[in-house]
């Protein structure tokens, strides 16, 4: 067997016997990662009706799945993935690379001038196995997604994004911090231990920022 092939076998070995994956099937979500999302909400509310909400990364849309259900549908939700996504009620889809400005244009287009009350980012580059290559790209997605924060975060309003410890990660949470009454990092339960993601939270943009 060649080292991708048995390194893949693994993956769907860990992936039958993943409890959240399992209650993700039986509670019709279509991703683990819905638990990481809800422990998080459930330790600090970030969700209200009438909410606009950004989901960069969405694919394959537990987050925005899980966001539309708990807001029982009193949301709009801009969802964007370099990858397709199945459709999902009272959310817009935009298909791209965030990297790329045009991509960032139609989520702008999308947003039409108005504020938002949440941007949560679970980007996350497709990982090489190398940690000069990995750690660099995902810095670049927690910016880009922290950059389009502090341009349509209402004040009041919350950045969630997935951040990777290593080069970058204290400078990243250092510039965070002026511009958020609280910034925390989270590690929910559903997130794999052996892997270095956490989630940086930005609860409530200061007025002035
Ligand atoms: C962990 S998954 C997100 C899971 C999602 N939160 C859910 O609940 O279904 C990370 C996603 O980031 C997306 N992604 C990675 N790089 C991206 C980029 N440059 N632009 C847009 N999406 C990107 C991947 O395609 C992938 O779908």
Redesign the pocket.
Known sequence: MSKRSHSSSRWLQRQASDLYVQRAHKEGF??R??YK?EEIEQRHQLFRPGMRIV???????????WAQKRLDGQAQIIA????PMDGLPEVTFIQ????DPA?LQALETALAGKAVDLVMS?????ISGLKAVDQPRAML?AELAYETALEWLKPGGHFLC?VFQGEGFDEYLRVLRPHFNKVVTRKPQASRPQSREVYILGYSRKKTS
């Open positions: 279509r991703s990662a819905v999302l989901d960069l990364g969405s694919a394959p849309g537990s987050w925005s799945q964007l993935d370099v990858l791209g690379d965030f990297t991509i679970d980007m996350a580059p497709n997605l997935k």
